[in-house]
């Protein structure tokens, strides 16, 4: 059963901290998407791969988030220094673009 | 940019049937529908890629006019398993963007 691997499923960490988040795209698949969830802001995009290449990352505060991916098993999503305002559920998802995206179940991150 | 969904939220009681309708202020070339449950990730429904497409997913399916810049999701007979919160989603500008999402609950 495909499905979109994300880990750590939880994070608490101490502001500054650097956080990283990881995610196993479905194999085969050749679109990546990292989005951040928060009940203000709703679902937003924060960074997309096409073929490993970064297509868009303009959702991202550039100065403190970085995305990556360093080959087509693996996708990264780092912050650092973390603030408490990164609080949120960080969703990975991948699909065959134009196609459907399946979402990881999410990286619940809080910034204490 | 954001599309906008419209109702914000509705509830039903099942069997009732609703509409979702999502519009843009820009063109859209093609429209992925989302559902997500409460404490869990989106789960995908449908895609739409060309202007005037229906397609359905168990009973629920949806319509896209491109002329109108708008999709709609249909929900006919609705279940308790339908609860939660619709998304529509589109690329515009080269970038992936969620609709403002409708709250749907489906009482028994």
């Known amino acids: 059963d495909a499905r979109v691997t994300q880990t750590p499923r939880h994070k608490v960490t101490e502001m500054g901290q650097e956080v990283t988040m990881r995610c196993q795209p479905i194999l085969g698949h050749n679109t990546v998407f990292w989005y951040r969830q928060t009940m203000m802001q709703g679902l937003e995009l924060l960074a997309y791969?096409?073929?490993?290449?970064?297509?868009?990352d303009s959702g991202m505060p550039k100065d403190r988030f970085s995305a990556e991916m360093p080959d087509a098993t693996l996708a990264t999503l780092k912050i650092q220094p973390s603030e408490p305002r990164d609080s949120a559920v960080y969703f990975c998802a991948s699909g065959i673009y134009p196609g459907e995206a399946f979402f990881g179940q999410g990286t619940r991150l809080t910034v204490v | 940019q954001q599309p906008v969904q419209s109702p914000q939220a509705v509830i039903l009681r099942e069997g009732e049937d609703a509409v979702i309708n999502c519009s843009s202020s820009?063109?859209?070339?093609?429209v992925h529908w989302y559902r997500q449950k409460h404490g869990e990730a989106p789960v995908f429904l449908m895609i739409?890629?060309?202007?005037?497409e229906q397609k359905g997913h168990e009973k629920i399916s949806a319509s896209f006019n491109e002329k109108k810049q708008q999709s709609s999701l249909y929900l006919t007979a609705s279940q308790l398993s339908y609860s939660g919160t619709y998304f529509c989603g589109t690329e515009i500008y080269s970038k992936y963007i969620f609709g403002t999402g409708t709250r749907l609950k489906v009482l028994a």
């Open positions: 791969f096409r073929n490993r290449a970064p297509l868009d």
């Open positions: 820009k063109a859209l070339y093609s």
């Open positions: 739409l890629l060309k202007g005037g």
